[in-house]
Every structure is written in structure tokens, then in C-alpha cells.
């Protein structure tokens, strides 16, 4: 077997000495040495890179720190806009059933408003009583979910990347159910504003002061001493008292108008007008816009009249009807 031979000499004056080493011996020997070398080169490699690197990953962990709170406060605000759309459509519901209109955009269809007679909308109105929605229509279980909504569970559990995709659709999901809520508001301001042009337009008030001498319907004429209808009220009082609108419309008629006497018509719209008859003096012409509670005339007795007196009568849809049923103060 080979062998190699280390010899070793001190001095001159020392014996030689000799050693004898197995030629596998040394093999080994090298080989432990450059794979140690091989290692120490690694760690050392690695530690340099490590050092390297660590100002980049002490800012990686401050990104993802920050990332982390900046995905909890946009959970956080995700959350406070659903609840704060929750309560606008609980909102709206409720303004929905007062004044008994559709649940949503989405239903479609009108709610009609009766004029005036008994447990009509505008008496309901008048005396802020809440009117009641037909079924279907603005009731607590009316309101259908726009959207699927993500489950909070699932925000909770979901990882850093998962959460955000999951908040970055739940997002996307607010912002259309925000869209359709605006268009519902816009409706039910819409429709509101029509109730409310609607109930200003709806005869309410006595038209002047005085004491109620006729009512509507069969009377003994004062003239002939025949039954006849009456197709108004009468309201007997001093000459001169101021006569007034009993709601916002257009006058549509000034003048002498046969036994009437100087009369005045008014066109309240929603195919409802009132007539003010045996006036002494009108302060309007034709076209004028009125509100309800203007002075229109005076109290006097024109026409075919026992005594200064005002003759007030109302129409609906071309119809008489009887005064009394719109006056509520």
C-alpha cells in the first residue's frame, strides 16, 4: 500500500524523525479540508448576503406592517359604510312609509293620493299621522338585497392578499349598491316633492271669515222655496272681509259669472279647482299664480244674493264635491 513519508529534522544535532502517513489517509484528509473550506465559503457567502440584505428586509417588514394596518383601517371603513348604507335604505324605508310610497326604484308604480273626504292621504297628511304603505310597497320586508354581500366571516379568516381581493370586491359591491340607493333617494325626493305640490295644491283652508249659512247638497231655494242642489257652501259675513285662496293654483277665471256674481275660479292642478262666488272686489287677474292663504277678493254681494255672503264650492275631475271634506283647519 503507498504511503507518504513526513520527515522531520530539527536541528544538526537531532535525529532525524519519520513519519509514515497512508496515501487514503491524506486523501481524506483533503477532501474533509476543501469541503469544510466548501462550507465556511457558503455560511460565509451567506452571511454576507444576509447583511446585505437585512436594510432591505427591515423595510419589507415595515411595508408589510404598514400594508396590514392600512387593509385593517380600509376593513374598518368597508364596515362603517355598510352600516351607514344600512341606515340610509332603514332611512328611506321609513319616509317611504310615511308618505306611502313604492319600497324602491326597482318596484315601479305610482301610489295614488285621494284629495281630501274620510281617511284620505291628505287628512292623514295634514294631521302628520303616518300613512300606511300598500303590501309590498316600503314595508320592513320589502327591501330585497341589491347584491350578495361577503360574508364577514370570510374577511376575518382570509390571509393579507385574500383579505384585500375580498375588500377590494366587497368595495366594488358598495359602490353599486350606493349607485342604486342614489337613484332610489333621487326617486323619493322626486315623488315627495310631487306629494308635496300635491298637498299644497289641495284646497284645506276656509276661505274667509264668517258663519256657514248653506251646506253642500239639497236645500230649500231662498228664492223659489223649491228643493234644489246647492252645489257648494255659503259663508255669510261683512262686507269687505278678505277672501282667500284655499290652496296654491292659477287663477283661471275673473269676472261676472251669471248669478255668481263677480266670481273667481282657480286651477289647483291634479284636475281640482275652486270657485269663489258673490265677491265685492277681486284682487287678481287671470293667469296669476296664488298660494294658499292670498288675499283673492273681498266679501260682498254681487250676483243673486239674499246678503253679503261668499259662495265656495270645489271640483275634482270636472265633479262638485262638497267643500267641507277639504277644510281642516
Do not use: C
Amino acid at each position: 500500500m503507498k504511503r507518504y513519508s513526513l520527515i522531520v529534522v530539527t536541528d544538526e544535532t537531532s535525529p532525524v524523525r519519520r513519519f509514515d502517513v497512508r496515501r487514503q489517509v491524506v486523501q481524506r484528509a483533503l477532501w474533509g479540508a476543501g469541503i469544510a473550506v466548501a462550507v465556511l465559503l457558503a455560511v460565509l457567502g451567506d452571511y454576507v448576503r444576509l447583511r446585505i440584505e437585512r436594510p432591505e428586509l427591515a423595510t419589507l417588514r415595515v411595508e408589510t406592517s404598514e400594508q396590514r394596518a392600512k387593509i385593517e383601517a380600509f376593513d374598518t371603513r368597508v364596515s362603517n359604510l355598510q352600516r351607514a348604507l344600512d341606515r340610509v335604505a332603514e332611512l328611506e324605508r321609513k319616509v317611504r312609509i310615511i308618505a306611502n310610497l313604492p319600497g324602491s326604484a326597482a318596484t315601479g308604480g305610482d301610489s295614488v293620493v285621494e284629495v281630501g273626504g274620510a281617511g284620505g292621504d291628505l287628512e292623514a297628511a295634514e294631521r302628520g299621522e303616518p300613512g300606511v304603505a300598500p303590501a309590498g310597497e316600503g314595508g320592513p320586508d320589502s327591501e330585497e338585497p341589491l347584491l350578495g354581500e361577503a360574508p364577514a366571516a370570510a374577511l376575518e379568516a382570509a390571509p393579507g392578499a385574500d383579505r384585500a381581493s375580498l375588500l377590494t370586491s366587497e368595495v366594488e359591491r358598495l359602490g353599486l349598491v350606493a349607485d342604486a340607493r342614489k337613484l332610489s333617494l333621487l326617486e323619493l325626493v322626486q315623488k315627495l316633492e310631487d306629494k308635496h305640490r300635491h298637498l299644497a295644491s289641495s284646497p284645506a283652508i276656509w276661505p274667509t271669515k264668517g258663519w256657514l249659512t248653506s251646506r253642500f247638497g239639497s236645500r230649500t231655494s231662498p228664492f223659489t222655496g223649491r228643493r234644489q242642489f246647492h252645489s257648494g257652501i255659503d259663508i255669510a259675513g261683512r262686507r269687505g272681509t278678505d277672501v282667500v285662496a284655499s290652496a296654491r293654483g292659477v287663477v283661471k277665471f275673473t269676472g261676472r259669472r251669471g248669478p255668481l256674481g263677480n266670481t273667481v275660479i282657480i286651477d289647483h292642478g291634479y284636475g281640482v279647482q275652486s270657485h269663489y262666488g258673490h265677491t265685492d272686489e277681486i284682487f287678481v287677474k287671470r293667469g296669476q299664480a296664488v298660494e294658499r292663504g292670498q288675499v283673492i277678493a273681498s266679501l260682498g254681494n254681487t250676483g243673486r244674493s239674499t246678503g253679503p255672503h261668499l259662495h265656495y264650492g270645489v271640483e275634482v275631475a270636472g265633479k262638485t264635491v262638497n267643500p267641507l271634506n277639504y277644510i281642516f283647519d
